[in-house]
């Protein structure tokens, strides 16, 4: 959903974990869910801590594909 | 009030010929108005009453900000309170326009009183549509603001034909015009960083539709109109058993078997202890990002956003599916 976010003008943008579930997925196990969590709200005070101009996606590069799960089906 | 048609109700009169007769005309100054809008209009709106009247026509008010939100408050006022329908004029800068858009109809003019009269005729002609109650055109046709209706209508080719023609004509070089005009998004200056997360208190706030068991708010499953404000504090985590889930948009199984994959209050938490962020607010914010118009949204956003300043928060994490 972030070319949404960036479009719509959303200013600090941290890429999360899928639509269904952006704070975690089910498919890992509770401690590694926890830990992938924990590093998309640290970003995202990173994010907060840091000057923009303009609609800025924050690279979440520590989210692996495995992490990331099913984007399932959403409406916007 | 003055009794028949004075100033620009001559060309109310004007353009209604035999259709009609102007009564009286109710006039006031922009500042009286908008100093004391609910004053005033009452005072207004029972001067009108007195008269009985078919249809009020206010303004047109043109580029003029003050006059247009008197007209379009007058306007809302009498079709509300007297079941008079009423018609207004504005150019599409004036801000009477975005705020009673929705309730009244506000034909389109341009920015001044120089061409009065082409562009009451077609105040009058809305109006004494709506008085004998016909039909009424979409607003591209009629030459009012859309009023955020949808109406079903039946057209002859279907969606697939209709869009491939659009397509030729825009490869052609022709323009065209969409069938579903886009909201265009206002941009919004990002506020500056801050400067130390480690003391600044930091909010919650979601679209994914968290909420207590039982939605004490009635927040819509779709649409919203409304959020809830819900209290985190003492907690180290949210217990699923108190939470649900009335987002209508996907598929909620997952954060409602752990709201966290919503609400990141557990990690917030441990964050917050090792001083990683200063406080984490008490309050989480929560409403459904699905079919929310941008009105709405924006609304809640504002709201939401002075109640936060309020209690001192500098930052947000607005977790969104």
């Known amino acids: 959903m972030t070319p949404v976010a960036v479009m719509v003008g959303a200013n600090r943008i941290v890429p999360a974990a899928g639509i269904i579930h952006p704070l975690g997925n089910a498919e890992l196990s509770p401690e590694e869910e926890k830990a992938l969590r924990r590093r998309i709200v640290e970003k995202a005070l990173q994010a907060l801590q840091t000057d923009v101009a303009q609609p800025t996606v924050f690279a979440a590069p520590s989210i692996t594909e495995a992490e990331r799960g099913g984007e399932g089906q959403a409406r916007p | ?321």
């Open chain 2, 1 to 321: 009030m003055v009794t028949g048609a004075v100033g620009s109700a001559r060309a109310v009169q004007q353009a209604l010929d035999a259709a009609g007769t102007v009564v009286a005309t109710v006039l006031c100054g922009d500042n009286y108005i908008a100093e004391q809008p609910e004053t005033a209009v009452a005072a207004l709106l029972s001067l009108i009453a007195a008269q009985g009247p078919d249809l009020v026509v206010a303004g047109p008010a043109f580029q003029a900000g003050r006059y247009g939100v008197a007209c379009g408050a007058l306007c809302a006022a009498v079709q509300a309170q007297l079941q008079v329908p009423t018609v207004t004029g504005m150019h599409e800068e004036n801000p009477g326009v975005d705020l009673y858009r929705r309730q009244v109809y506000i034909v389109q003019t341009g920015s001044e009183a120089t061409r009065m009269l082409d562009e009451v005729r077609r105040l009058v002609a809305l109006g004494l549509k709506l008085v004998r109650r016909e039909a009424i055109g979409t607003p591209a046709v009629e030459g009012y603001f859309a009023r955020g209706i949808t109406h079903n209508v039946l057209v002859e080719r279907n969606a697939a034909e209709r869009a491939t023609a659009m397509l030729l004509e825009k490869l052609a070089g022709r323009s065209v015009l969409s069938e579903v005009p886009l909201p265009t998004f206002p941009q919004v200056p990002a506020p500056p960083s801050i400067k130390e997360v480690r003391r600044a208190t930091i909010a919650l706030v979601t679209d994914g539709g968290l909420v207590p068991q039982g939605n004490p708010d009635g927040i819509e499953a779709m649409a919203a109109t409304r959020y809830g404000a819900y209290s985190i504090e003492g907690l180290e985590q949210l217990d699923p058993a108190q939470y649900d889930n009335v987002h209508r948009g996907y598929d909620t199984t997952y954060v409602k078997q752990d709201p966290h994959r919503l609400v990141p209050v557990d990690v917030a938490r441990e964050l917050e202890r090792e001083g990683a962020m200063g406080k984490l607010h008490e309050m989480v914010y929560s409403t459904t990002g699905v079919a929310t118009t941008l009105a709405h949204s924006q609304r809640m956003g504002r709201e939401i956003a002075a109640r936060l300043k309020a209690a001192g928060v500098e930052g947000v994490i607005l977790t969104s599916t």
